[in-house]
Nanobody
Framework: QVQLVESGGGLVQAGESLRLSCAAS????????MGWYRQAPGKQRELVAV???????NYADSVKGRFTISRDNAKNTVYLQMNSLKAEDTAVYYC????????????????WGQGTQVTVSS
């Protein structure tokens, strides 16, 4: 079983920055892609950014140029640097990891963090 622990959310003013962190822990597993999703009140959860184990990244159009995702494979940790925050970035941010168990690498599992609130006041 993989556990994801997030940190770094909070309340900021528009234009400010925040950095989210998410650490994966567990045994006998390997993590493939890691990413961040967000869900605003009354809206569906959406992809914010994802990074593969090889370092390839993908971003939602709404955050390109403002957010940067990175990861430390040795620590199984993913980061999301959020700059120039806007009120519309307000949401609960969820860490996601796609992993495989050492005993059966043919099955990929989705793991989710508990979510961290990001609130941007305008």
């Amino acid at each position: 079983q993989v556990q994801l622990v997030e940190s770094g959310g909070g309340l900021v003013q528009a234009g400010e920055s925040l950095r989210l962190s998410c650490a994966a822990s567990g045994s006998a597993f390997s993590i493939n892609a890691m990413g961040w999703y967000r869900q605003a009140p009354g809206k569906q959860r959406e992809l914010v950014a994802v990074v593969t184990s090889g370092g390839s990244t993908n971003y939602a159009d709404s955050v390109k140029g403002r957010f940067t995702i990175s990861r430390d494979n040795a620590k199984n940790t993913v980061y999301l640097q959020m700059n120039s925050l806007k009120a519309e970035d307000t949401a609960v941010y969820y860490c996601n990891a796609k992993g495989v168990r050492d005993s059966d690498v043919t099955i990929e599992y989705d793991y989710w963090g508990q979510g961290t609130q990001v609130t941007v006041s305008s």
